[in-house]
């Protein structure tokens, strides 16, 4: 999911979020931030919780999503923030679903508004694009589309790009650089974990904001996924 005006987006995405796989370990949830062309199965749901802390301030998320009708993933999420209070709703699609040593392509649309303000944020469409290599050993995504900041009538494009590396049927590593039109960029590198293969995954990301001089802006966050049959 693509970083919008606000420092941080839940990987839903938060910014994410989205299975196409029956694996925790075959998506791009949770740690990335980069989306992936996959959905939830038909009838089945996750939430993912984060926390996330920079040199600014803190935010804690919490995303349920449920695949509704077989074809769609719906999602809704909610921060809260020491500047900031956020909501999130998400609809995802995919077009050609993700097959091993294969390729898939989807459509992701998502506001996300500040609380208090109604619904009038910052409106996107992505269009996630994702590879499967080695047996899905490494999962490649590349992620094109556009960002509405409704409050000051701008329109930006969004883009990233980032990779899943499975280390064992537990672990992976997962390594991405995303950005905005006029928000800059940033690179991250995350870690995740299945307690229980299928169902609970916790997971870490660190990353930097990209600058020419001196140190980027910083965060860190620690998250989990639950997810039903």
């Not at 062309?37 to 749901?45: K, T």
């Not at 935010?59 to 020491?82: F, K």
Request: glycine content about 10%.
């Amino acid at each position: 999911m693509i970083l919008l005006n606000t420092p941080i987006r839940p990987r839903a995405a938060a910014a994410a979020c989205a299975l196409a796989l029956s694996s925790l370990n075959a998506h791009a949830g949770r740690p990335m931030t980069v989306d992936d062309a996959a959905i939830l199965l038909p009838g089945q749901c996750q939430l993912e919780t984060y926390a996330l802390h920079d040199a600014q301030h803190n935010e804690y998320w919490a995303t349920p999503a449920c695949n509704v009708g077989g074809t769609w993933e719906l999602g809704a999420g909610a921060s809260l923030g020491s500047n900031a209070h956020y909501g999130r709703l998400q609809a995802k699609t995919v077009f050609k679903p993700l097959q091993t040593d294969g390729w898939g392509i989807g459509l992701v649309l998502a506001d996300q508004f500040r609380s208090g303000r109604g619904l009038d944020g910052d409106v996107s469409v992505n269009v996630p694009l994702s590879v499967s290599l080695r047996g899905d050993a490494v999962l490649v995504h590349f992620n094109a589309g556009m960002v509405r900041a409704q409050a000051a009538r701008i329109t930006d494009a969004s883009w990233g790009t980032g990779a899943e590396f499975r280390l064992d049927a537990r672990n992976s590593l997962t390594a991405e650089v995303f950005g905005q039109q006029r928000n800059g960029s940033r690179y991250q590198f995350g870690i995740a974990h299945a307690l229980i293969p299928d169902r609970l995954q916790i997971d870490a990301s660190w990353g930097r904001r990209m600058t020419t001089r001196g140190a980027g802006e910083q965060a860190i966050t620690l998250g989990m996924v639950l997810q039903t049959n």
